[in-house]
């Protein structure tokens, strides 16, 4: 018991003596929050949103503050400054500028008022694929097929019956 006694006794003693001779950095900080506050933006279901063209950048065409998806966060501009948050209805946390994605930053200034030629894509979907459509390709491919269809209006199943009945009689009389 003496001997747990006097063990315990040194293994104090010994660590009196490395914070004697070893001090542990103390900090005190003072944080002053002179801030603006990001008025408060409530959707009240998901909002549907819209890529704009030749980016994976997505915004909310129903809202008129700009509320932008990328990436899996959705970025906020506020009288110069920059908003992230990993939900729709935030919380947001002002972020500096410098990691604010090159995508979000550089968006035409119309982006909004630009007609776009995709639909708006509900949030369930976006918040499921945005992945794969990036990896993909997917609004390339898309616009593509948009420009086909844009070329050649009427694809073979959208003649009339007289057009391809036309077409299988001069194909048989060849």
Do not use: C
């Not at 995508?103 to 630009?114: G, N």
């Not at 995709?118 to 369930?124: E, S």
Request: charged share 30%; no cysteine; net charge positive.
């Amino acid at each position: 018991m003496r001997s747990k006694i006097v063990l315990a006794a040194v293994a104090v003693a010994s660590l009196f003596a490395f914070t004697l001779f070893h001090p542990i950095e103390a900090r005190a900080g003072v944080h002053v929050n002179v801030g603006i506050n990001l008025p408060a933006l409530v959707f009240p279901a998901p909002p549907p949103v819209v890529v704009v063209p030749e980016t994976y950048v997505y915004y909310a065409p129903d809202v008129n503050v700009d509320v932008l998806f990328y990436h899996g966060y959705w970025y906020r501009p506020y009288e110069g400054r920059w908003f992230r948050s990993g939900n729709y209805n935030g919380p947001w946390v002002h972020i500096v500028r410098d990691r604010v994605p090159g995508a979000v930053l550089h968006l035409p200034p119309d982006y909004r008022r630009a007609r776009s030629a995709y639909k708006p894509v509900p949030y369930g979907q976006l918040r499921r694929n945005w992945r794969t459509w990036e990896r993909e390709r997917h609004w390339e491919r898309a616009e593509r097929r948009h420009e086909r269809e844009r070329r050649e209006p009427r694809g073979r199943e959208d003649r009339g019956w007289e057009e391809r009945a036309h077409e299988r009689g001069a194909h048989r009389g060849r």
